[in-house]
């Protein structure tokens, strides 16, 4: 089981940063993908980015390209969102989730608000 805690929300002007970071316990292993997703007021939950392997490779949906970046230290068990340039659109809370494998999302976060205001 993999316990994961969420930190680093708040609100901000647009054009601002935030740096989200999710602390991991458990049984955690630095081959576990670990990535966040998001989830406006009404909408879905949605993929923002991920990060896996032993290089730390990295994948993001297109509307953040280029302003956000993930990043990992398996030192401290810990994944970073370092946001910048944030947009009103990207309002919503922020959750951490981890991976028993490659290709599902098995553990979660309770998540942290993000709030960009224009």
């Known amino acids: 089981q993999v316990q994961l805690v969420e930190s680093g929300g708040g609100l901000v002007q647009a054009g601002g940063s935030l740096r989200l970071s999710c602390a991991a316990s458990?049984?955690?292993?630095?081959?576990?993908?670990m990535g966040w997703f998001r989830q406006a007021p009404g909408k879905e939950r949605e993929f923002v980015a991920k990060?896996?392997?032993?290089?730390?490779?990295?994948y993001y949906r297109e509307s953040v390209k280029g302003r956000f970046t993930i990043s990992r230290d398996n030192a401290k068990n810990t994944v970073y969102l370092q946001m910048n340039s944030l947009k009103p659109d990207d309002t919503a809370v922020y959750y951490c989730?981890?991976?028993?494998?490659?290709?599902?999302?098995?553990?979660w976060g309770q998540g942290t608000q993000v709030t960009v205001s224009s």
């Open positions: 990060v896996w392997g032993s290089i730390g490779s990295t």
């Open positions: 458990g049984r955690t292993s630095s081959s576990y993908p």
């Open positions: 989730a981890a991976g028993a494998t490659l290709y599902t999302w098995d553990y």
